[in-house]
């Protein structure tokens, strides 16, 4: 059938099905100022049932895990499309459209034909490959090779504002570097950001490196195992790339790219005067020294690559200031997850009904809850439901650098990514928050909903870097990802146990589906109504928010933001 036509058929069938989805569950109105009457009014369409029934519809199998640039990512991106255009919500994409297209390159390790062999006095390592060490694939050049002397660089950090240097005293110059993850212990969103892997690739070639291995550590693989990289190679790597066709953090410098086994690891450190456990010890604590190693390493890269496209979805709610509207609030989040992979208990597609249909389902009754609301808010707003974030944020970090709009009037983003909706709500977890105004924002509203702010429980996550509001922070946009905490008011209940085993056992897998249990869509709506008031109180105030003086992330980039 000609793509007109399906595209026309499904667009029918979408419809259909958002007005079943528009049910109302009449909610309590939060007792509030007078003035806040419209956002007690719109808050109240936020609905449990409406939350489900769009959740069911992207987690369904026949979207098929909706991977990057697959069929089944492009009908839930029409979905949300619809969904928008039955709010009333105007087209914020390319040539006056619901879709921005980004353009990804997709890239395999042909694992046949690559290969890593490391050498200590002229006899190799027993390495094997996706069981000893993984690959990464090179972007740009179907195949090279390196060989050269591997220096350890602890974590590979150089940050001159936090007076640290993993470099200092090393000669890495034409040399491979070994590093392990995480950073040093430096205030956690700091860490999170010199924890990233695109940062250390861009310090170790600032230093001359030619190559990197990435070390695993038992803190690394309780995060995410190993093997679970290794499955992960059932799916495409993917790059973004720029007006130019260049794709994103590349460094052609660098010649070869690695990630060892905790085993592999051990190996690499033997007869280097310094064990393993010495080091895995001493990344845990955050203090690390680098030295040389007794071994040379020779990377081969052979990469299969092909250039594709893959949309971001882009609605727009025009504000009802005549100064404020050309101003913009941005609500994202990623409706992309793994697709099709290995299959686990017979069952193979990764339906990403918390990672990230949840957060999907939020936006969508957020902007629903703002299109009802009378008057409308001052500022406007863009929705925006970006693809590619299990790839590395691609779609955000795409229109952060290419907005739909002119990038000065965007003056915040608030970013929903895996809703923990598993018990009641009782607190929340505003990642990235304590950097700017935006803190204000989350503590008036939990203030307004009866819950309570607590920290980041688990800094050595990363999780400041890891989701779709970072792509804004290096922009110079003021950004925050409130989530779900740990705590419950339930003494039957405890969360923190709850969401570490959904993290151990669902995350990331095939049952993160529509049949797992302890889903609480009415925790899920109240999270919603909070994250509508931190953007109801960001499109009300005059002033934007603004970077905190002296803040690390504003030092860096507010000025790509004028």
């Known amino acids: 059938m000609p793509p007109s036509r399906r595209s026309v058929s499904l667009t029918q069938l979408l419809a259909a099905i958002t007005a079943s989805l528009l049910i109302l569950t009449p909610l309590p109105t939060i007792a509030t100022p007078a003035d806040a009457a419209a956002a007690d009014q719109a808050m109240s369409t936020i609905s449990p049932d409406a939350i489900r029934a769009d959740m069911r519809f992207l ?41 921005q297209s980004v353009p990804i390159r997709s890239l395999r390790t042909n694992t046949e034909k690559s290969s890593l062999a490391i050498t200590r006095n002229g006899s190799p ?18 195949a090279l090779s390196v060989d050269a002397p591997v220096v350890f660089v602890g974590f590979g950090v150089t940050a001159p504002d936090q007076h640290y240097d993993d470099y200092k005293s090393l000669d890495v110059k034409g040399k491979i570097v070994a590093l392990a993850q995480g950073a040093p212990n430096f205030e ?4 999170a950001h010199y924890s990233a892997p695109e940062v250390k690739a861009k310090i170790a070639s600032e230093h001359g490196a030619v190559g990197v291995i990435a070390i695993d550590d038992p803190v ?50 033997e007869g280097s005067g310094h064990s393993a456990d010495e080091i895995f010890k001493g ?22 690559s092909k250039d594709v496209h893959s949309p971001n979805v882009v609605a727009k709610l025009e504000g009802s200031d005549p100064i404020l509207k050309g101003e913009y609030l941005v609500y994202s989040a990623h409706l992309d997850h793994l697709g099709i ?19 999907s389902a939020t936006i969508l009754e ?49 970013n929903v990514d895996e809703v923990f909706m598993l018990y009641p709500l009782a607190d929340v977890i505003a990642f990235g928050a304590e950097h700017t105004s935006l803190e204000s924002v989350i503590q008036r509203a939990a203030k307004r909903m009866g819950i309570v702010e607590s920290p980041d429980p688990m800094p050595e996550q990363t999780v400041f870097i890891r989701s779709d509001q970072y792509s804004f922070v290096k922009q110079g946009i003021p950004a925050v990802m409130p989530s779900p905490g740990f705590k419950s008011d339930n003494p039957k209940i405890n969360a923190m146990q709850r969401a570490m085993k959904w993290m151990d056992d669902t995350y990331h897998e095939p049952n993160d589906d529509m049949n797992q249990p302890n889903l609480d869509f009415n925790a899920a709506a109240n999270f919603a109504r909070f994250t509508f008031l931190c953007g109801y109180y960001v499109t009300q105030d005059t002033p934007r928010p603004t970077w905190n003086k002296g803040d690390f992330f504003g030092d860096q980039y507010a000025h790509l933001a004028p």
């Open 59 to 99: 987690a369904d199998d026949a979207l098929e895990g909706r991977g990057t640039a697959t069929r089944g990512h492009e009908i839930a991106a029409k979905y949300m499309a619809t969904r928008f255009e039955g709010m009333g919500l105007q087209p914020a994409g390319d040539n006056d459209s619901y879709f």
């Open 125 to 142: 390592l027993a390495l094997a490959s996706n069981t000893d060490f993984v690959i990464e694939p090179d972007p740009v050049r179907p």
């Open 188 to 191: 956690s969103s700091i860490k």
């Open 220 to 269: 690394s693989e309780a995060v995410y195992p190993f093997a679970k990289f290794v499955r992960d190679l059932a799916n495409p790597d993917f790059r973004w790339l720029n007006k130019e066709g260049q794709p994103s953090d590349y460094f052609p410098q660098l010649q070869g790219a690695v990630f060892l086994s905790i085993p592999a690891t051990r190996q690499l450190f």
């Open 283 to 304: 990344a845990k604590e955050g203090k690390l020294s680098g030295f040389p190693l007794p071994v040379t390493a020779r990377i081969h890269t052979v990469t299969e």
């Open 341 to 359: 992979g290995v299959p686990k208990n017979g069952d193979a597609i990764y339906n990403g009904a918390l990672d990230n249909a949840s957060g």
């Open 366 to 414: 957020v902007a629903q809850a703002f299109a009802r609301m009378n008057p409308r808010p001052r500022r406007s707003i863009l929705f925006l439901s970006v693809t590619g974030e299990e790839a590395g944020e691609l779609g955000s970090e795409y229109f952060a650098h290419y907005p739909t709009v002119a990038k000065n009037s965007i003056v915040a983003d608030i």
